[in-house]
């Protein structure tokens, strides 16, 4: 390990063992805030499945992820990765074509800007009144939160083109398609990655505040039901679960932006 991370591991675990002397003195109170090896306990056992393997039963994947923890982690993480497809598969051909178009965008633009600063959240009531319970509603909020960054870095991308690179395109007789494909397209395509690298992270915002409303299962149904009996450790895995598949995710669309754009990182090199 390098010194430089185990100079960033200082304040972490510094923080972790005020905490947990905090906790084990009594100067906080523990139902409050439990220290952290209880929640570490308790973390560890929500992972462990409910019930011995029986090969005759099941797989021994789904038996893996039969505990209580991996099971709305997977719950989640599925709600976060088809609500993020459905916002972002319609915010970017959305966004390329306002972006491209001055007509549509002048047209469209002012409907955006009053939508835009709308939280997710303040569609609950409708979503729970136009799909009733279930996954649709949850579907819907992740869906939303995802489109607005996705769709305004797509448009941003498109209509900051270098205009020498369209002036360079048409001198050398490229025509509408291959201009779109061959150059604006790629220059826009920084903005667009980055705006679904938010929208993911926005995904994970809005799928913890809809499995407290409309669904019965997940990390923010889990969350929820534990704050009703005061499991503060119980609320604390929970949210260091959501932490790591943040983390995961995050780093996952980096990788494939760096992958995707590394002729644009070899071109700043």
């Not at 063992?17 to 805030?33: C, K, M």
């Not at 923890?69 to 609500?83: I, K």
């Not at 709308?118 to 909020?141: K, T």
């Not at 609320?235 to 995710?249: H, N, P, Q, R, W």
Request: net charge positive; aromatic share 10%; glycine share 10%.
């Amino acid at each position: 390990m390098s010194l430089a991370s185990l100079r960033g591991a200082l304040v972490p675990v510094a923080l972790l063992l005020l905490w947990e002397i905090l906790s084990r003195t009594g100067a906080v109170s523990p139902v409050v805030l439990p220290p952290p090896s209880a929640v570490a306990v308790k973390w560890w056992a929500g992972l462990q499945p409910a019930l011995p393997y029986d090969p005759a039963q099941e797989s021994y994947l789904s038996w893996l992820f039969s505990g209580e923890m991996p099971h709305d982690a997977v719950s989640s993480l599925g709600r976060v990765l088809a609500g993020f497809a459905l916002g972002a598969g319609l915010a970017v051909p959305v966004g390329l074509m306002l972006g491209t178009s001055d007509g549509l965008y002048g047209l469209f633009n002012p409907l955006l800007q009053v939508l835009r600063p709308i939280p997710p959240i303040a569609y609950i009531p409708l979503a729970i009144v136009w799909f009733g319970l279930g996954n649709p509603p949850a579907l819907f909020l992740i869906a939303l939160g995802t489109f607005f960054p996705v769709l305004v870095n797509t448009i941003a991308g498109v209509r900051q083109v270098d205009s020498i690179y369209i002036r360079a395109a048409r001198n050398l007789g490229a025509g509408r398609w291959t201009m779109f494909r061959r150059v604006i397209l790629p220059a826009a395509s920084p903005f667009v990655l980055a705006g679904m690298r938010i929208g993911i992270g926005t995904a994970f915002i809005v799928v913890i505040v809809a499995e407290m409303i409309a669904v019965s299962d997940g990390l923010g149904y889990r969350i929820l039901e534990a704050r009703e009996y005061m499991w503060s450790d119980k609320i604390i895995g929970g949210m260091l679960t959501i932490g790591i598949l943040g983390l995961i995710i995050d780093g996952a669309m980096s990788r494939l932006n760096d992958h995707l754009l590394r002729w644009h990182r070899g071109l700043e090199r």
